[in-house]
């Protein structure tokens, strides 16, 4: 992205954090707009530049603070699945922000299209936003995600995350824009 973004504009993220920090503008979405709107980014490059003014993306202290806490007290072991779920999902486009919580980690483009969750010990819930989408198979109702989410399925293994899962994680991506 860093690349991109000198190629797009000329200029490198350090300039563009200055930019965001000098605006006054704290909130993600408002950075955006103002990125969009005053500097012609596209909506990738404007999420990306500020996240990282916002020291918010997946690589800042509070994100991995926040990680470590859901993957703790016995759901160590569910991390390595966390992530090679957000890797599959990183690779559908630029435009994904990736927002941990304190319980769980949204994934969205405009609107938030899945949510992962360490749900027990022993199971992370992968909640997805398929509107009109019939539950069936491992495609579940939402359950506690009530709204976040339309539905979910259980992934306790590495084999459960196949093509059938992140065909619908791409789905609910696409949907989401």
Not at 90 to 98: A, P, Q, T, V, Y
């Given at each position: 992205?860093?690349?991109?973004?000198?190629?797009?504009?000329?200029?490198?993220?350090?300039?563009?954090?200055?930019?965001?920090?000098?605006?006054?503008?704290?909130?993600?979405?408002?950075?955006?707009?103002f990125l969009k709107s005053e500097h012609d980014f596209t909506h990738g490059f404007a999420n990306f530049v500020s996240l990282k003014a916002r020291e918010s993306d997946a690589g800042s202290i509070e994100d991995k603070t926040l990680l470590d806490t859901q993957y703790s007290k016995g759901k160590e072991e569910l991390r390595p699945l966390f992530?090679?779920?957000?890797?599959?999902?990183?690779?559908?486009?630029?435009?994904?922000?990736?927002?941990?919580?304190?319980?769980?980690?949204?994934?969205?483009?405009?609107?938030?299209?899945?949510?992962?969750q360490p749900s027990t010990k022993t199971r992370i819930d992968v909640g997805l936003?398929?509107?009109?989408?019939?539950?069936?198979g491992r495609l579940k109702d939402s359950g506690s995600f009530g709204t976040m989410c339309t539905h979910r399925i259980e992934v306790t293994t590495k084999k459960d995350i196949d093509k059938e899962l992140l065909d619908y994680l791409k789905k609910a991506y696409e949907m989401s824009k």
């Amino acid at each position: 992205m860093e690349k991109g973004l000198i190629e797009k504009t000329g200029k490198d993220l350090k300039h563009w954090i200055k930019i965001v920090k000098k605006s006054k503008i704290e909130k993600h979405s408002e950075i955006i707009k103002f990125l969009k709107s005053e500097h012609d980014f596209t909506h990738g490059f404007a999420n990306f530049v500020s996240l990282k003014a916002r020291e918010s993306d997946a690589g800042s202290i509070e994100d991995k603070t926040l990680l470590d806490t859901q993957y703790s007290k016995g759901k160590e072991e569910l991390r390595p699945l966390f992530e090679l779920i957000e890797s599959k999902i990183k690779k559908f486009g630029s435009d994904i922000e990736i927002v941990p919580k304190k319980a769980n980690v949204s994934f969205k483009t405009k609107k938030q299209f899945a949510l992962v969750q360490p749900s027990t010990k022993t199971r992370i819930d992968v909640g997805l936003k398929l509107k009109d989408f019939p539950v069936k198979g491992r495609l579940k109702d939402s359950g506690s995600f009530g709204t976040m989410c339309t539905h979910r399925i259980e992934v306790t293994t590495k084999k459960d995350i196949d093509k059938e899962l992140l065909d619908y994680l791409k789905k609910a991506y696409e949907m989401s824009k």
